[in-house]
Nanobody, 124 residues
Framework: VQLQASGGGSVQAGGFLRLSCEASGRTVSTSVMAWFRQAPGKEREFVASISWSGNRIHYADSVKGRFTISRDNAKNAEYLQMNSLKSEDTAVYCC??????????????????WGQGTQVTVSS
């Protein structure tokens, strides 16, 4: 499975971006999909995850109420709508997928497939 993330860019604080992640090579429709991010000098952190059916969604506390994760299994893709962006959201955002994540949706080691990342820069 290859994951391709896109949609990053530079915005001012308060702005919005929509990230996309498309999978190829095989279907990820039965996998948990997620977004992680890594800021310079910091460890990778969990942002959001969504189950294969879309009925189990989790967010990091830092993005709750501002970010929305979604997926389209017919397109083998997931999305991250990011509103009310803050300077602390600046990071490289990576999409991930894993068929055996289970309850460890916030643990990066549980995901088998990763995209290359897309840069999000928020200026204050």
């Amino acid at each position: 499975v290859q994951l391709q993330a896109s949609g990053g860019g530079s915005v001012q604080a308060g702005g919005f971006l929509r990230l996309s992640c498309e999978a190829s090579g095989r279907t990820v429709s039965t996998s948990v999909m997620a977004w992680f991010r890594q800021a310079p000098g910091k460890e990778r952190e969990f942002v959001a995850s969504i189950s294969w059916s879309g009925n189990r969604i989790h967010y990091a506390d830092s993005v709750k109420g501002r970010f929305t994760i979604s997926r389209d299994n017919a397109k083998n893709a997931e999305y991250l709508q990011m509103n009310s962006l803050k300077s602390e959201d600046t990071a490289v955002y990576c999409c991930a997928a894993g068929p055996r994540v289970g309850n460890f949706y916030s643990v990066s080691a549980g995901y088998d497939y990763w995209g290359q990342g897309t840069q999000v820069t928020v200026s204050s």
